[in-house]
């Protein structure tokens, strides 16, 4: 599967941004698809994820400000993120998650910088 993230810039604290990430390619079985972080120096760390039945998960330090969503018929998941904060800033990466024949299978996307700052 390939990964084609967008959306990403720069955002004063306080806005807003959505990020897109479409995918392409073989989609079975893929079971969830998320947004992960990573801002310098430090490890990149997971925003949100969706599975495919719909179910979300978040990181604490999003909830309620991040939303993440997927259009099925478009193979794309997207992630609003709203009321941005300078921790928030990162470069974001898109996450296939597959299982097959019981092991664990990791396709990202290239990063799209989110930058929040005045």
């Known amino acids: 599967v390939q990964l084609q993230a967008s959306g990403g810039g720069l955002v004063q604290p306080g806005g807003s941004l959505r990020l897109s990430c479409a995918a392409s390619g073989n989609m079975f079985n893929i079971v969830d698809m998320g947004w992960y972080r990573q801002a310098p120096g430090k490890q990149r760390d997971l925003v949100a994820i969706?599975?495919?039945?719909?179910?979300?998960n978040y990181a604490d330090s999003v909830k309620g400000r991040f939303t993440i969503s997927r259009d099925n018929a478009k193979n794309t998941v997207y992630l609003q993120m709203n009321s941005l904060k300078p921790e928030d800033m990162a470069v974001y990466y898109c996450n296939a998650h597959r299982i097959l024949f019981g092991r664990n299978y990791d396709q990202w996307g290239q990063g799209t910088q989110v930058t929040v700052s005045s």
């Open positions: 969706i599975t495919t039945s719909g179910t979300t």
